[in-house]
């Protein structure tokens, strides 16, 4: 690949955001970096955060903090958008009116054996990209060079492999890489694909982030009368979380990308459709019943002003 093609891929990368531009770099290339607590800017990128987060960054941190899913993501993220679509991420909520981490305290990072990715990559950021045409993503690395870090002039060089082993993100990279290539996907789809619906983007924030509430779905009725899933199968998703992650970005690929990736009941789309419209008709009930009562209300002798929500002072 060359170095324009590279620059054309990276605008569509879904971890482009850096202060530089990036130069592509492949991970032989050799960089000049050292962070430790005697530097002088020794906490100093954990006081202004701007972290996303990977769906196994969450799991991580939520089992490591014994809380479930939704109250980590309540408590220690807010929501963002990936894309023009909407497509939904997630990054670390700084301290309240401020902008540092919430887990750094004075010795450095206090979950530091499971701080996300994106931590653990710096300063070096990964390039995940995909073209149109192609059915595997391509992976390059850019030097995040910033000018309150003085790791760059440390007396150390290594290269970007020997980093990304020593600060352990190939674990995290390949849990996540399912994730990624789902939004490579989605990036490099067509007008039809590519512009999901509301519904779409709750299911994909739910499969994604919210792990436990989806092995609820994955349990319920609902589910099960649609989706043949074998009784070890469920076991492992009900105990393990990790394959339940990696579950969901299967699941992910069937609902959004019509890959069939699972076995569907024999009828399920014809029973989706009935729940679907007997949904609708208790709801179009209940608006004719609640219709009936104002018009009932309008008429009566002791009615008065406002009664029906027009006519009042407010």
């Not at 620059?7 to 202060?19: G, R, V, Y």
């Not at 990977?54 to 929501?79: C, G, M, V």
């Not at 887990?103 to 300063?123: I, K, L, Q």
């Amino acid at each position: 690949m060359n170095e324009q093609e590279f620059q054309n891929l990276a605008k569509d990368s879904p971890f482009q955001d850096s202060p530089v531009m990036p130069n592509m770099l492949e991970g032989d290339t050799s960089i000049q970096f050292r962070c430790h607590r005697n530097v002088k800017c020794w906490n100093a990128c954990c006081s202004n955060i701007d972290i996303p987060l990977t769906p196994y960054d969450i799991l991580r941190l939520k089992n490591r903090l014994k809380i479930s899913s939704a109250e980590f993501l309540q408590e220690y993220t807010f929501p963002f958008e990936m894309d023009k679509d909407g497509l939904p991420g997630v990054k670390y909520k700084p301290v309240d009116g401020g902008s540092a981490c919430r887990f750094m305290v004075e010795e450095g990072c206090s979950v530091y054996e499971d701080r996300p990715s994106a931590c653990r990559y710096y300063p070096v950021a990964l390039l995940s990209m995909r073209r149109s045409d192609e059915y595997t993503d391509r992976t390059g690395y850019a030097l995040v060079q910033e000018a309150h870090c003085l790791g760059h002039q440390e007396d150390r060089k290594i290269t970007i492999e020997d980093y990304r082993t020593e600060q352990g993100v190939n674990d995290f990279d390949e849990k996540s890489r399912g994730w990624r290539q789902l939004i490579l996907k989605k990036k490099s789809a067509g007008p039809a694909i590519g512009k999901p619906q509301q519904m779409s983007n709750q299911l994909f924030f739910m499969a994604s982030y919210d792990l436990d509430r989806f092995r609820a779905f994955v349990m319920s009725p609902s589910f099960n009368e649609s989706y043949v899933i074998a009784v070890e199968t469920m076991a492992e998703l009900v105990a393990d979380d990790e394959k339940l992650m990696a579950f969901g970005f299967d699941f992910l690929r069937h609902a959004l990308f019509n890959e069939k990736n699972l076995e569907e009941r024999d009828g399920a789309y014809d029973k989706h459709r009935a729940r679907l419209n007997e949904r609708a008709q208790k709801i179009r009930a209940g608006f004719e019943q609640d219709r009936e009562k104002l018009e009932e209300l309008k008429y009566s002798p002791d009615a008065r002003p406002g009664d029906c929500e027009c006519g009042g002072n407010e």
